[in-house]
């Protein structure tokens, strides 16, 4: 964890990071509470939340576990396992365009040290080359 430095007179943010495993090469993981762990206790405003990897994606929304079954199967559906040039480098071309079309982070409110998002809302880590260990920063 850390501040970052701004050099332009406003208060500087803090940033933390946490470590993720995952267990399967396509999986959706609810990371909202430990997202929250790494805001201060009076955060207020917004938080930034991104993923430093080019194969894993943040996104929002419900973490109701039959739904997650449904994006991972869309997802495979969507962007064939097979088939792309970047294969012939290190056959992982479908995670990066999954990756790609979800995004590396997403921002959301704060208020008072938790995230401030609607009823069925969830940050997600989407794991598109697992398993692997994910590290996901926190910027607020």
Do not use: Y
């Not at 970052?4 to 943010?13: A, F, I, L, N, W």
């Not at 495993?21 to 396509?26: E, G, H, M, N």
């Not at 990897?53 to 929002?60: G, K, P, S």
């Not at 479908?94 to 940050?123: C, F, K, M, Y």
């Amino acid at each position: 964890s850390g501040q970052v430095v701004d050099t332009s007179g406003r208060p500087s943010r803090d940033m933390a990071d946490f470590t993720v495993s995952t267990d399967d090469r396509l999986s959706v993981m609810n990371i909202t509470d430990r997202v929250e762990e790494e805001l201060s206790a009076d955060a207020s405003g917004t938080a930034t939340v991104f993923v430093e990897h080019t194969t894993a994606a943040i996104v929002i929304n419900e973490a109701e576990q039959r739904l997650l079954s449904d994006f991972e199967d869309a997802l495979a559906e969507l962007v064939p396992d097979e088939g792309w040039a970047h294969d012939e480098i290190d056959d992982n071309a479908d995670s990066h365009i999954r990756s790609l079309l979800l995004g590396p982070g997403e921002t959301v409110p704060v208020e008072n040290g938790q995230v401030a998002l609607g009823t069925w809302q969830s940050v997600l880590l989407v794991e598109c080359d697992g398993p692997r260990k994910r590290t996901v920063k926190v910027i607020s």
